[in-house]
C-alpha cells in the first residue's frame, strides 16, 4: 500500500502518527511524507531554522518515510497563500504517491496552519478526483479547541514502534523539549499510554475517520 502523511510542520507526522508510519514501513508499504511549510525570514530565532532540512531526513529515515515532499509555504503564515496554489500544491502531491491511505491534522487545532492543511488536503483527496484514496485518517498533534475536543475512533497499536517514534522525535533538535511539555518523551510515552487505554492498548495513536470506502 502507498501511504501519505501531510503534516503542516515538521515534527507534526512524528507527534500525530509516528508509531503508525513505522508500523508501516515495517509492513513493507510505501511511506511517503509531505511537508508544508518552511521557517524563513527574521521572525524565527536562527536557532530554530538552522539544521532543520537535516532534522527532517533524519527523523524520515527513523520512521521508515520512503520519499519526503516539502512545499516551502511560509511557517505562521499559510493565511497569506492562495488558497488555489496551496490545494494544488498538495493535489500534485497526491497524484506522484497515489495513496491508499492519508493522514491529516485535525480540523479543529488552535494553530491555523493546522486547519488551513486540514481543508486543502481535503480538496486535493476530493471524490472523483483521479485517486484511489480508500481511507483519510486526522491525527493529533497539538492543542485543540476546549469546545470542540478531538474525539478518535480509529487506535493503532504502537508497542512494538513507540520506541521509533519517540527516536524521530530526538532527530528534531530543535523542537524536542523537556517535560512537561508536549514534545518531550515522557509526555509522547503518556499521551500513547492514554490512547491505549481507550481501546485495551499498551500503546496506541488515535485518529479520527474522515473518509472510509469499504469495496
Same mark, same amino acid.
Given at each position: 500500500? /502507498? ?8 515534527? $507534526? ?14 509492513? /513493507? ?10 521557517? #524563513? ?12 532540512? #537535516?532534522?527532517? /531526513? ?20 499559510? $493565511?497569506?497563500?492562495?488558497?488555489? +496554489? ?8 497526491? &497524484?506522484?504517491? *497515489?495513496?491508499?491511505?492519508? %493522514?491529516?491534522? &485535525?480540523? &479543529? ?5 493546522? *486547519?488551513?492543511? %486540514? ?40 508497542? $512494538? ?21 508536549? *514534545? ?10 492514554? *490512547?491505549?487505554? %481507550? ?5 496506541? +495513536?488515535?485518529? +479520527?475517520?474522515?473518509? +472510509?470506502?469499504?469495496?
Amino acid at each position: 500500500m /502507498n501511504i501519505l502523511i501531510i503534516a503542516p510542520h515538521p515534527d $507534526d507526522e512524528v507527534l500525530g502518527c509516528g508509531g503508525t508510519m513505522a508500523l508501516h514501513a515495517k509492513r /513493507n508499504d510505501d511511506v511517503y511524507l509531505c511537508i508544508v511549510t518552511k521557517r #524563513e525570514g527574521q521572525e524565527w530565532p536562527r536557532e530554530k531554522v538552522e539544521g532543520r532540512e #537535516e532534522h527532517i /531526513n533524519a527523523a524520515s529515515k527513523t520512521l521508515g518515510v520512503k520519499e519526503t515532499f516539502c512545499l516551502g509555504f511560509p511557517d505562521g503564515r499559510l $493565511d497569506t497563500v492562495p488558497q488555489r +496554489e496551496f490545494n494544488d500544491a498538495l493535489l500534485d502531491v497526491v &497524484n506522484k504517491t *497515489r495513496p491508499d491511505i492519508m %493522514y491529516i491534522p &485535525n480540523r &479543529n487545532d488552535v494553530h491555523d496552519d493546522h *486547519r488551513r492543511t %486540514y481543508q486543502a488536503a481535503l480538496v486535493a483527496s476530493r471524490p472523483g478526483g483521479g485517486h484511489e484514496i480508500k481511507k483519510i485518517l486526522s491525527y493529533e498533534s497539538g492543542w485543540v479547541f476546549p469546545n470542540t475536543p478531538f474525539a478518535p475512533t480509529v487506535f493503532t497499536d504502537i508497542k $512494538d514502534t513507540l520506541d521509533t517514534k519517540l527516536a524521530a522525535m530526538q532527530e528534531y533538535k530543535t523542537e524536542a523539549a523537556e517535560y512537561p511539555h508536549l *514534545r518531550s518523551p515522557e509526555a509522547i510515552r503518556a499521551m500513547a499510554m492514554r *490512547r491505549g487505554s %481507550y481501546a485495551g492498548l499498551e500503546y496506541a +495513536e488515535a485518529f +479520527e475517520l474522515v473518509r +472510509e470506502i469499504v469495496v
